[in-house]
């Protein structure tokens, strides 16, 4: 079974898996724009209901293939769907800065790429990297379900930008702390070991390296001023500055890993990025 017949599938067959209610509404498929890229979205349109969850079925397809059966996949699709978000998302109130604050957070994605999503969203940026903000309006166990703060969304909180942020990165380490941890790595790097940073969920977890403090903690952790290499939207590698002094071959590690181990979607950056210690600042490595 390709793409299209799953997705001609999960479209006939979706409804009887759902409850009764969901008899005469609609499923629709279409392209979804997101940070990273978009994806192909389906959803059962409730004409009751302005904000109603959407299910990636590119995700689901690859589930699919990796073995899970017919019935897994589509009990695990209407259960998602059938998530009802809280109810101060109901139209109006979603324009509320004070209730919505405390659900922001902070996607990171390659500028290039997402120049589409970008136009439409208050956004930061940083050498080849962008900052998004995000409000999460509903979850289900692990799965989290969020919609980015449009330009019409951000004129009505009547904030500046920097507030935006200052509070969207404040919330997401209260929400999806930073995790500063290891991996196995080449025998010569710091007794086998790759160190890098995330967040609490290990998803899109690149951002945490702008969390309040982040850059200064992994200093600290460190020893060291260090190397920030972007190897996806999910996290940063972090290496000591005194014991990888062959740049060229820093940025051919990372151009091999951005072009033979990351799907489009999970890509974030061609740059090196270092931290100073004495100048407490972020920068782009140069040639």
């Known amino acids: 079974m390709d793409f299209i017949e799953f997705i001609a599938m999960v479209k006939n067959e979706i409804k009887e898996y759902l409850p009764k209610e969901y008899a005469d509404k609609t499923v629709d498929v279409k392209k979804i724009a997101k940070v990273g890229g978009g994806y192909v979205g389906l959803s059962v349109i409730d004409e009751g209901q302005p904000i109603v969850p959407t299910v990636d079925m590119e995700t689901f397809f690859e ?59 208050p956004h930061r940026i940083f050498g080849d990297i962008a900052a998004v903000c995000y ?8 799965d989290y379900f969020s919609t980015p703060i449009t330009n019409e969304l951000f004129r009505r909180y009547g904030i500046t930008e920097e507030q935006l942020f200052e509070d969207a990165y404040a919330n997401a380490d209260r ?14 790097k710091d007794g086998g070991y790759v160190y890098y940073i995330t967040n609490s969920r290990k998803y899109y977890g690149s951002s945490a390296m702008f969390y309040p403090g982040a850059l200064e903690a992994i200093a600290e952790f460190m020893g060291d001023d260090y190397y920030l290499i972007p190897s996806s939207v999910h996290e940063m590698a972090l290496l000591p500055k005194s014991k990888n002094k062959d740049i060229p071959m820093l940025r051919q590690i990372l151009g091999e890993l951005n072009e033979e181990n990351l799907q489009k979607k999970d890509y974030l950056s061609d740059n090196l990025f270092v931290y100073s210690r004495e100048n407490k600042e972020l920068s782009v490595v140069k040639d």
């Open 63 to 121: 589930v699919y293939q990796d073995g899970a059966t017919k019935e897994e996949i589509m009990e695990r699709i209407a259960e998602l769907l059938m998530v009802k978000p809280p109810a101060l998302f109901d139209g109006a109130d979603a324009s509320k800065y004070e209730l919505i604050k405390s659900k922001l957070f902070v996607r990171l994605c390659n500028v290039s790429q997402n120049q589409g999503i970008l136009k439409d969203v």
């Open 135 to 142: 409000i999460v309006f509903s979850s289900a166990g692990n």
């Open 175 to 188: 929400m999806f702390p930073k995790i500063i941890d290891k991996v196995p790595g080449p025998a010569d």
